[in-house]
């Protein structure tokens, strides 16, 4: 039999979740085995079941390489589109990729972007209007930026690359913002009602790697970076939807299996757990690990549904 490893949001979101908090993920927790906590974040998580050829996880030449195929041989940086929100002490990044652009937007957006970038040495890339991207040299000096999640709401200024280094890429950062403030395409969407796209956001940064590797058999998910992972190491990945998730547990399993879970919530996130319960109880999983991305780490076994004198309370206890 197989084990199962689930990348699980953070145990704050988790929480905030009732029927989550309050469900099979709950007593998992209360029964299984403690470990000592990991490294916050994705990546963290994903180092603990993946091998790969660099120091940081290279996001936008994972994503590039799922994207267009062409990541080989080139630095990538990802330059999203993002919405920033200026109060009277600092600014702050209220959304990020996913802003309702239309391909016409995006194109005229890029049009004007593409100068600048030109002028400073990066070929400016926004094929897709989620998505964009900046092609440097191998060797180029990148930025080590957080990504939209980590840096969502909170003080821009903590989270921009600093010093002399970091100089290059701030004045970067203000003039697109001055450039995306200052298009008609922005004045169109403000009046519609849509949000504005007044910045960038640089995070990413790397080459792809030269290789890959993992003991998994196979991946259930939809992340750009695992499916990257996933097809350097030539570990064959699916889909995570219900009727798939069902299916793999029911055939017979030949090594790991790893589901990513992090960007599921409420009954998606519940419903998904409760088909992974239903193969453990059938004996086609020999044990879960349980990867929150906030650190915390659990192993359950077979064993451990018989600790009844372990109480099973709620996640937020």
């Avoid at 199962?4 to 704050?12: I, K």
């Avoid at 889909?239 to 919530?265: F, I, K």
Wanted: hydrophobic share 45%.
């Amino acid at each position: 039999m197989s084990r199962a490893c689930l990348l699980l949001p953070g145990w704050s979101r988790c929480v905030a979740s009732e029927i989550v908090a309050e469900g099979i993920l709950s007593r998992w927790c209360a029964r299984a085995d403690r470990r000592e906590n990991g490294l916050v974040g994705f990546e963290a998580a994903l180092r603990e079941v993946f091998h790969w050829s660099a120091k940081s996880l290279p996001a936008a030449a994972l994503a590039r390489q799922v994207d267009v195929g062409d990541a080989a041989g080139s630095a990538w940086l990802r330059a999203d589109p993002a919405h920033v929100r200026a109060d009277m002490a600092t600014a702050r990044m209220l959304a990020c990729g996913e802003l309702g652009l239309t391909v016409e937007e995006t194109s005229e957006l890029a049009k004007a972007l593409m100068p600048l970038f030109g002028d400073a040495g990066f070929e400016f890339d926004a094929r897709l209007p989620n998505r964009w991207y900046l092609r440097a040299q191998v060797d180029s000096s990148l930025p080590d930026c957080a990504s939209p999640d980590e840096a969502m709401g909170d003080d821009l200024k903590l989270h921009l690359p600093q010093g002399g280094a970091g100089k290059r890429w701030r004045q970067l950062f203000n003039d697109a913002q001055i450039i995306l403030h200052n298009h008609p395409i922005n004045a169109q969407r403000v009046k519609r009602g849509a949000v504005s796209v007044n910045s960038l956001w640089f995070w990413g940064a790397g080459t792809l790697p030269d290789w890959v590797r993992s003991s998994l058999a196979q991946v259930l998910g939809e992340g750009l970076e695992l499916r990257g992972l996933a097809a350097i190491a030539g570990i064959p990945i699916k889909a995570l939807d219900q009727q798939v998730l069902e299916e793999v547990l029911c055939d017979s399993l030949q090594g790991d299996l790893l589901v990513d879970l992090t960007e599921l919530r409420n009954e998606s996130l519940e419903s998904r757990l409760l088909a992974i319960d239903e193969g453990f109880r059938r004996r086609r999983l020999s044990g879960l690990e349980l990867l929150f991305a906030s650190g915390e780490r659990f192993r359950f076994q077979p064993g451990h549904r018989l600790r009844f004198w372990r109480r099973i309370s709620e996640l937020r206890n």
